[in-house]
């Protein structure tokens, strides 16, 4: 058997193993370089015809966390191969043609491991003779992979539960923390020319405020200097996730971020009944940002103004609102949550902004916390380009305008694997429902409570535009509210701060 480090010396002469479209030759290439150079160990492991759900979910979970410990690339389970003497006998185990309760046992399989991974599966018959099923297994990423809610790990060959080694699995979260998802690599290997098809560099250097070198090296190199590129060897370059999600081309060119691209759909009416639209946008955030948000204007409702015989139009939604809450969408979604990506969801009443993942801080502190994202390299490069505000003030700003357009406030749901932001549109307080109007409410005392001063009766007639003769109903709103367990009576009477004040 070879020496710990030389065993895994494996990823440098399988580099290719990385996407998805292997060829015949490579693939033979891999099995053979595999089972002659190697034995089971913590990334590898041999099997014949075992098809045990629950077994091979349990060895990928610990072949993903062991990668991850070791700062490896991906780990590999190879049916056809005999464990003893590494003899190629080929597998009855094909996955495509296998189903568990009417399911495909792949998804069967997937369903069961979280947070998902991007598992790649590879059949094909070595020599034209034998069948032979490869699993291809990333590093565990954004936390330990679990099979069926538990994380397991290789001690060489024995596949233990990861609990059992506390050391290991602080090891693990060490190097998820140290590794955020924007440091991964999304494609490797590129020439300079490469990159620069790939990438939008020219609003990389306007949005940069940064002068267009003479050479095409100097740009990959002046990007580097903001992570969104690795330079790896003197003529060749790793593009990073970050540099990717920001200034793609084309997201779809990326393999593991072709379902993070923006998609704004269009309804004709209050409900999803009749699509007008459904557009997906596949260029980079940073790149596509001021053409997505010109694109949501331009969806959106408008009202007619007539003054002195001109006729124009009014927005209904306030721009900064939009801006705020859609680069928020962005930037604090959990990239682990494969499938899905932000989305847009213009009706004829209300905009819906949706994003993977559970909101960091509890939605009733989105106002006065101080941001905290899981993406902080994403978060900041929009934030230097001036696409979201600093400080988190940029909410603050979102609800005043909101507020001066005299629209309801907005609503912030968390729901199982997504975050949803309702920005809706004009509505009368006769038509509000009494959630609308405690939202509003405890809202409204949130931004004071921020600006240092204190909501009154008075400062809730101005924000829901009631006639001062009918201060009851403010008073029935505020009452609501601090019922609700939101707001409550500061050390001053009738003025109202927020229930953690």
């Not at 991974?117 to 018959?125: A, G, N, W």
């Not at 090891?171 to 020319?193: A, C, G, R, Y």
């Not at 934030?383 to 305008?401: K, M, S």
Request: glycine share 4%.
């Amino acid at each position: 058997m070879f020496g710990y480090y030389k065993e895994y010396d494996i990823i440098k002469h399988v580099k290719y193993i990385r996407h998805k479209s292997m060829d015949q030759i490579k693939l033979e290439s891999l099995l053979e370089k595999v089972t002659k150079d190697y034995f089971e160990n913590e990334l590898i492991e041999f099997k014949e015809s075992n098809k045990d759900i629950d077994v091979l979910g349990a060895r990928i979970s610990a072949i993903s966390n062991s990668a991850n410990l070791l700062d490896k690339k991906q780990g590999f389970i190879i049916y056809g191969v005999r464990d003893l003497d590494k003899e190629i006998v080929g597998t009855s185990f094909i996955p495509s043609n296998e189903k568990i309760q009417g399911n495909p046992y792949i998804f069967k399989l997937e369903q069961k491991l979280s947070p998902s991974i991007d598992l790649v599966v590879h059949e094909f018959k070595y020599k034209n003779k034998y069948p032979i099923t490869i699993f291809q297994i990333p590093p565990a990423k954004s936390e330990p992979v679990k099979y069926k809610d538990i994380a397991y790990i290789r001690i060489n060959e024995a596949t233990p539960k990861l609990s059992e080694f506390p050391e290991k699995e602080r090891k693990i979260w060490h190097n998820v923390n140290k590794k955020s998802f924007e440091k991964n690599i999304s494609l490797d290997d590129l020439t300079v020319d490469r990159v620069l098809e790939l990438l939008e560099y020219n609003s990389f250097f306007k949005l940069t405020e940064t002068p267009i070198p003479s050479n095409t090296e100097q740009f990959v190199n002046l990007m580097s200097e903001y992570k969104l590129v690795n330079r790896v060897l003197y003529s060749s370059y790793d593009i990073t996730n970050l540099g990717a999600i920001l200034f793609a081309t084309d997201l779809s060119k990326f393999d593991i971020l072709k379902r993070k691209a923006i998609r704004v759909i269009n309804y004709k009416g209050i409900n999803k009944v009749e699509r007008i639209k459904d557009l997906t946008r596949n260029l980079g955030y940073a790149a596509d940002f001021e053409s997505l948000i010109e694109y949501i204007m331009d969806k959106l409702p408008h009202s007619e103004e007539i003054s002195k015989a001109i006729r124009k139009e009014v927005k209904t939604y306030p721009e900064v609102a939009i801006r705020e809450f859609v680069a928020n969408a962005l930037i604090h979604q959990d990239f682990s949550i494969g499938g899905t990506g932000p989305t847009i969801e213009i009706f004829s009443d209300r905009i819906e902004i949706t994003n993977p993942g559970n909101p960091l801080i509890e939605t009733n502190r989105f106002i006065d916390h101080p941001p905290i994202s899981r993406n902080e390299d994403l978060a900041s490069f929009m934030r230097q380009v001036n696409i979201c505000e600093e400080g988190g003030t940029g909410i603050d700003r979102a609800l005043t305008a909101i507020a001066i357009f005299q629209l309801p406030a907005p609503k912030f749901e968390t729901y199982e694997s997504f975050t949803k932001i309702t920005i809706f549109g004009p509505k009368p307080l006769k038509n509000m429902t009494l959630d609308d109007r405690v939202r509003a409410c405890f809202q409204h005392c949130v931004l004071k409570h921020v600006e240092n001063k204190r909501m009154t009766n008075a400062t809730l007639r101005e924000r829901l535009s009631i006639n001062d003769s009918n201060y009851p109903a403010a008073s029935q709103i505020i009452r609501s509210t601090i019922d609700k367990g939101l707001i409550k009576e500061s050390e001053k009477p009738k003025e109202y701060v927020p229930i953690w004040a």
